[in-house]
Each structure stands twice: as structure tokens, then as C-alpha cells.
């Protein structure tokens, strides 16, 4: 095979292959393996699509098990042993022990489709047109949902006008010392501010591609408590800050709050499985039969694997307790990396972080570099100023410490050369 398959055939719209120009071939745990037999060490994790790593054993012997048995491949929304197992397990060890109720609504399978659903829901439910999402926010790629997106680059793609949407501060948009919970406040409450009613607050708790923006407990409770006050559905995309990655299952667990409408995807399934899902409070779920549908609404196969990563990894609290020890390991890394460029600062939270090296053409070069000596990491951020670590929650503290020394030697490199090219 020839790689000039890939600029012959594929769209031009591939885009991680570019910064990563290899042919990957075999993956387990934190480690990719190219044609060549060379290792990588994976910062990126399927964009957090992978947070229990890459071939978990576990996972992998029941989906071997579940197909050579004949198990169901695909069946629409039909009742499967699969799915009952799956509802099951999530009921027992994600919901009830957290005091939630919501109903799981099965949607297409990726994130997008579950943002789609609930601005749809929040809608039929409200009666009102508008959501209020936020700057730097990003909900996928879909009509609906890019129109609750904020990058321009990613908007543009649309081709149309995107309608619908406001798009207000974020917590921190305007610095420390602008509030702009009292700034939307001032909007919902003011009738000449031209905000028409919002069915719904779309916020994500971590701002996953809009640069690893973190919103306060102070902030999401606000914003709470006004979409309450004002008639309007709280939507907590967790699509990329949950499962895990910022130390709980959910986000938003140490706020306080209850969103009406969760959506879930990338690592719900465990294994990197297509799976998407709606979490719906019950007295939301006003659907009508098939009102909204999709050949696609729950991957049999995900479900046995999101089993398996439920009852692994989240019936008791060790792994949870495991993360609070890894995310300071990222801390102290990230935090060697900062300390080597003037002005960064740590972004994030849990082991969703990153570092703001102050501008895109560094930050894309660190990547770079990083990629020539084994590790594959990302950017983020309104310029891709964020060096963005979303390493396995599985990664061990070996493989933390050699991607970290990676990064520091990229960083190193990269500034060596960034400052040959200003003194040119």
C-alpha cells in the first residue's frame, strides 16, 4: 500500500493525519504502534473518545465473546440482552448512587447527534426557539449544533446562516475581573435587551476544543439557577469533559446541580465504539414514538463494552481515587512545561488540561516535535494557543513521566526554534 491512497481518494477535509504523517497499525493501553514499528505515546486518546485507553482486555474478551456467539449486531431501538444489560448497569452505578433519574435516549452515534436531540427536546418542550450557548463553546458539527458553536473556521463550514443560537460570555471570556454571570443576568432581565426567551443554557462544565476553558462551581451554579428562574432547560454537554476525564463520571458533580438534559458520547462506549446517548429528566421525555429517530440509536456492540467499562471501573470509588493521584501528575508535568515559557498558564481541570503557551504557531510546534520523539498531543484553543494533554485515565505514572519529558524536550526544541525564525 501507498500513502498517496490517502491524496488520491480521501476528502480534503481529513485533518489528524496531517499532524501525525504515519500509518498506525496496532494500539494498546497508552501506546500506538506504526507500520514501521515505531511507539508512540498517546496524549490524545481519540480526542477523549479512548479514557480507558486503547484494547482494554476486558472489554475487548466480552465484545470477542458477544460477536462469536452470534450476538446481535445491529437492532435499531429493539429490546437486546445487550441493551438491558447496559441500562441496567448504568442505573444501578451511574445514576441511582448519585440520586439521578433521567431516562437514557438512545441517539445516533456521536456526540453531535445528542446535542441535536436535546436542543431539539428543549424546544418541544419550552415551546421557545432560542439557546443560549457560549463563546468558545463547541457542540459538533451538525446544522443545530454548529450553530451552538463558536469558532468561526468550524461555522464557516455551514455554507448557510446559522439561526437559533445566542452566544454569551463564558465564565472568565472578558479576565478574572469581569463577572459575566452578571452580565447574562442583566440580559434575561432586561426587557430591551434584545435576548429573545432561551429554551435552554447549552454549556459544556470544560471547554474541550474552545481551549480547556473551566468553568467555576460559582458560575455553573448561576447559570443554574437563571436557566431555572427563567423558564429555560440547564444542557450539560459532557460529551468530552465526562467519563472520567475530569475525575468523576460527570463533570459537574462536585457543583451541585442537576442539569435537565445530559448528552454523552466519545468514551461512553469504553472501547471507542460509535455510541452516543441523551440523558433526559423524566417529566422532559415528551417524545411521541419515532418523533426523533435514527438507524443508528444504540450500538449493540457499545453496549456490551460500556458494560463492562461501568462494572470495571466505576462500582466503587477506586479508580476515582485513582484520578485525583494522576491528575496531579498532570498537574506537576504541565506545570514543567509552563515554567519554560513566558507567560503560560495551566488551563483545565482533572486530567482534561492543557497549557496556553501564548500563541498557535508555538503551540502547533510543540506538537510537532513532540510527534518527531514519540508522543502524539493536540492543540486547542480559539488559535490553537492550548497544548491540550488528554492522556487515558489508564495511563500509567511510567508513561506519564516519559511523555512529559517528551513534551519538554518538543518545548525546548520548539522554542529554539521559534526564536530562530523571530531573529531572522
Known sequence: MTRDIYTRRESEARSYCRSFPTSFVKASGSILTDAEGREYIDFLAGCSSLNYGHNDPDMKAALIEHISADGVTHGLDMHTDQKEAFLTAFEDIILAPRGM????MMVGPTGTNAVEAAMKLARKVTGRHNIVAFTNGFHGMTM????????????GGGAMPLQGVTHLPYDGAFGEDTDTLKQIEWMLDNPSSGLDAPAAFLVEPVQGEGGLNAASKEWMQGIARLAKKHGALLIADDIQAGIGRTGTFFSFEEFGIEPDLIPLAKSLSGMGLPFAALLVKPELDIWKPAEHNGTFRGNTHA???????????????????????????????????????????????????????????????????????????????????????????????????KGFEILRDATRAALTETSKIAAE
Open 144 to 155: 443545530g449544533a454548529l450553530a451552538a458553536t463558536g469558532n468561526s473556521g468550524k461555522r
Open 303 to 401: 453496549f456490551v463494552t460500556a458494560r463492562v467499562a461501568l462494572e470495571k471501573f466505576w462500582k466503587d470509588d477506586a479508580f476515582q481515587e485513582e484520578l485525583k493521584k494522576k491528575a496531579r501528575i498532570v498537574e506537576i508535568g504541565l506545570t514543567s512545561i509552563a515554567d519554560m515559557v513566558d507567560g503560560a498558564r495551566l488551563k483545565g481541570r482533572g486530567l482534561m488540561r492543557g497549557v496556553d503557551v501564548g500563541s498557535g504557531e508555538l503551540a502547533s510546534e510543540i506538537c510537532a516535535e513532540a510527534f518527531k520523539r514519540g508522543l502524539i498531543i493536540e492543540t486547542s484553543g480559539a488559535h490553537d494557543e492550548v497544548v491540550k494533554v488528554l492522556a487515558p485515565l489508564t495511563t500509567t505514572e511510567e508513561q506519564f513521566a
Open 101 to 104: 433519574d433521567h431516562k437514557v
